[in-house]
Each structure stands twice: as C-alpha cells, then as structure tokens.
C-alpha cells in the first residue's frame, strides 16, 4: 500500500502557540484530507484539498496541498486545549476507490 | 445516537479465538469499510464494500474476513484470532453520491486485545 508519513510524530505545546505538521509521499495524490481524531472517538474530517497550491481556511486552522502533489501541510493557530488528539492525512489517487492515510501525528496541547 | 454503530467498544479475547466485530450505521450510504489504527502506522485498510453483494480486500485482510448482511450492516471476522491482531478497529461509510471529498464517516471504534 502508499505510505504516507506525518512529522512530527508527537508533539507537546503551550497554550496559545501555532502549530504546524506535515504529510508527505512518494505517490502524486489528487486529493489531499485532514482528519483530526478526538481522544475515545473516531476521525473527523476538518479540511479538503483537491488542486495543487491550494490553501484552505477552516477557523483556525489552514491547509495547503503541496505543488508537487506528494505532500500537504496543516497549521492551526492559537492552540487551544480541545486542539488534543491525533491528526491525520489522507489521500486520494486518481481513478482510487479508497483513502490512504497518515501514520498521525499527536498533538498535546499544555493549559 | 451515532450514525455509525460498532459493537462491542472494547473487547478482551484469547489466541485462537474467533471474534467478530460489528457495524451497522444510519446514514444510509452505500459504501462501508473496515481500518485498523495501530500507534504510529495510522489507519490501515482491512476490507470495503460498495454494496451489498461487493467484497473488496484492502491493504490488510491476510487473517479477516468480512460480511455485508445488508446496506446498513457490516461485520468484520477473526477466524482465529492471534496477538498482533491487537489494535484499534473502526468501521466507516461514505457517500461519494452526495461529497466531492468522498469523505469517510468514522464509528466510535472497538478495541481489541488478543491475548
């Protein structure tokens, strides 16, 4: 299957900080998702990516689908302790039936 | 009520047991799938289904098998369950009818360990 690989792995910030994490592959993917998993729940869908360079808005967080088609970023601002949880990519190749995703990255977000 | 079902939540079974795991949802979509989430692998495919007579094998199904009884239901088979089946399992639906995304729709999962 596609491996797709998040850094950070983990990682642990303040209150109030940014946050940035990245998605990258060795496959041209034509959709790019951003899930977010709640700690007990299953994945939420938080943004969509369909073109390369696009960026995307959803409150305060902000994607990009990477011009070469092999990676995306997401970034949130202004961290907030309901931030907590896993946050996955997934992606879609043309003509696929099916998501791969991200192996998450866990945000920790300290009060 | 969730729109997408599983049963049980958390489950603690022996080495050559048979489990299975069950989905059913709400939401009306057609197609429904199975994942794995182990900790730093994310979220593997094990088996879908795009209908009711429509079995597909995802990236994992070596040691499962499936069984879409119906639209709303489906359910996912250790024949003999072993230790590194243990993991995090979650049942989703999509609807690429009605989302450009084609976005996935996500039951509360059920835990697993095989002891």
């Known amino acids: 299957g596609q491996q797709l690989n998040q850094s950070p792995q983990s990682m642990f910030i303040q209150e109030g900080e940014d946050v940035s994490m990245n998605c990258t592959s060795s496959?041209?993917?034509?959709?790019w998702l951003w899930y977010k998993q709640d700690p007990g729940e299953g994945p939420v869908l938080l943004i969509a990516?369909?073109?390369?360079?696009e960026l995307t808005s959803n409150g305060r967080l902000t994607a990009q689908f990477g011009i070469t088609r092999k990676d995306s970023f997401l970034n949130i601002s202004a961290s907030i302790p309901s931030d907590v949880g896993i946050y996955f990519c997934?992606?879609?190749?043309?003509?696929?039936?099916?998501?791969?995703f991200g192996t998450g990255t866990r945000l920790t977000v300290i009060p | 009520d969730a729109d997408v079902t599983q049963t049980p939540r958390n489950r603690i079974t022996k080495t050559g047991k048979r489990i299975m795991l069950e989905c059913s949802q709400t939401?009306?979509?057609?197609?429904m799938y199975w994942y794995r989430q182990d900790p730093g692998l994310g979220l593997r495919l094990i088996y879908y289904?795009?209908?009711?007579?429509?079995?597909n094998k995802g990236e994992i199904s070596d040691g499962y098998s499936v069984s879409r009884q119906a639209q709303a239901k489906f359910s996912l088979s250790l024949e003999s369950a072993i230790p590194n089946q243990t993991a995090l399992y979650f049942c989703?639906?999509?609807?690429?009818?009605?989302?450009?995304?084609?976005?996935?729709?996500f039951g509360e999962g059920s835990r697993l360990t095989v002891l």
């Open positions: 289904s795009f209908d009711v007579k429509d079995i």
């Open positions: 997934a992606g879609r190749q043309t003509g696929a039936n099916n998501l791969f």
């Open positions: 496959s041209i993917f034509n959709t």
């Open positions: 989703a639906t999509s609807d690429p009818g009605t989302s450009r995304t084609g976005e996935l729709f």
């Open positions: 990516l369909y073109k390369a360079g």
């Open positions: 939401k009306g979509h057609d197609r």
